[in-house]
């Protein structure tokens, strides 16, 4: 069963707009959230975190909301950048830490 | 440079041989995971450990996988009779247990295949 759900494989973003990744979990135990950023041939970069005691973390131009009843989280990159261009993992935690199958992320001149 | 180190990066075997990986966390750091990726696919859990316990193995991993931090520092994951299945990216990863939740933090991975 997969706990951490990435329903959209790709996205497409103009550069400049705004880029929404979303991610949806089953179990209510994880209390904790991240996303990872992944080029080819490289392991996954941490990027961005929340505790469930939160419902919003911003850094620079990534900013996570987390809606625990909905039991949904959500990345937004603002202004979206070429080198946005990758694969992004929604990642939870009970301890250890599960993640989603991921989202490719083409950001469009 | 202070990463999480994989080694080796990549490793090539026959069906049936023995292989071992080797991961050297961040220094200060006391929790290690591995985690399998096949193309398309998020990281898959394997196990973790805090310090050398070994703290959760996944109950999909076959008992043909293994996976030993002895002294708290270094780990190896070994997989003994290798299937055409098991070729896949493996990940390590560490991260500092000094709050609730802390991220983890991954190293290059090794690229195996099983031929």
């Known amino acids: 069963d997969q706990q951490v759900k990435q329903n959209s494989p790709s996205l497409s973003v103009q550069e400049g707009r705004i880029s929404i990744l979303n991610c949806d979990y089953t179990?209510?135990?994880?209390?904790?959230f991240l996303w990872y950023k992944k080029y080819p041939a490289e392991g996954p970069t941490f990027l961005i975190s929340?505790?469930?005691?939160?419902d919003k973390n911003e850094d620079g131009r990534f900013t996570v909301f987390l809606n625990k009843s909905a039991k949904h989280l959500s990345l937004h990159i603002v202004p979206s950048q070429p080198g946005d261009s990758a694969v992004y993992f929604c990642a939870a935690s009970d301890d250890k830490i599960i993640f989603g199958k991921g989202t490719r992320l083409h950001i469009l001149p | 440079d202070t990463g999480v180190s994989q080694n080796p990066r990549h490793k090539i075997t026959k069906r049936g041989q023995n292989v071992t990986f080797r991961c050297d966390p961040i220094s200060e750091h006391n929790r290690l995971y591995w985690y399998r990726q096949t193309l398309g696919q998020g990281p898959e859990f394997l196990t973790y450990f805090q310090n050398e316990a070994q703290l959760e193995k996944s109950r999909l991993l076959s008992d043909r996988f293994s996976a030993e931090r002895p002294k708290g520092s270094f780990s190896t994951l070994e997989i003994q009779r290798t299937e055409q299945g098991d070729s896949a990216m493996y990940l390590c990863a560490s991260g500092p247990t000094t709050g609730l939740n802390t991220e983890a933090f991954f190293g290059q991975g090794t690229r195996l295949t099983v031929v």
């Open positions: 179990n209510s135990m994880f209390d904790y």
């Open positions: 929340i505790s469930s005691i939160k």
